[in-house]
């Protein structure tokens, strides 16, 4: 089992810098994760990727947020954060760190982000 605890989110300004953050947890203790990111989920809208890293240091991001956010891993404290420049108000979602490890995908509860015009 993989437990997802995020932090950061809120409200911002169009234009403005938010950065989120999340640290993964099991048992036992020493796990490697093959891939974490963050997806997202507008209003009305189906869940989408944000952008994920591999083990490798792949990187994926949605063409929609490429050049104004930027996501990073920390591979032994099994953390990944996502910066986000720029905001603007089609960015606002809940946001949900995600990550697949042992065949299985796990989710954060989503931390909101809500970007005014």
């Known amino acids: 089992q993989v437990q997802l605890v995020e932090s950061g989110g809120g409200l911002v300004q169009a234009g403005g810098s938010l950065r989120l953050s999340c640290v993964a947890s099991s048992s036992p203790s020493i796990f490697i994760i093959h891939t974490m990111g963050w997806y997202r989920q507008a209003p009305g809208k189906q869940r989408e990727l944000v952008a994920d890293i591999t083990q490798s240091g792949e990187t994926n991001y949605a063409d929609s947020v490429k050049g104004r956010f930027i996501a990073s891993r920390d591979y032994a404290k099994n953390t990944v954060t996502l910066e986000m420049d720029s905001l603007r108000p089609e960015d606002t979602a809940v946001y949900y760190c995600?990550?697949?490890?042992?065949?299985?995908?796990?989710w954060g509860r989503g931390t909101l982000v809500t970007v005014s015009s």
């Open positions: 995600h990550a697949y490890f042992a065949l299985r995908d796990y």
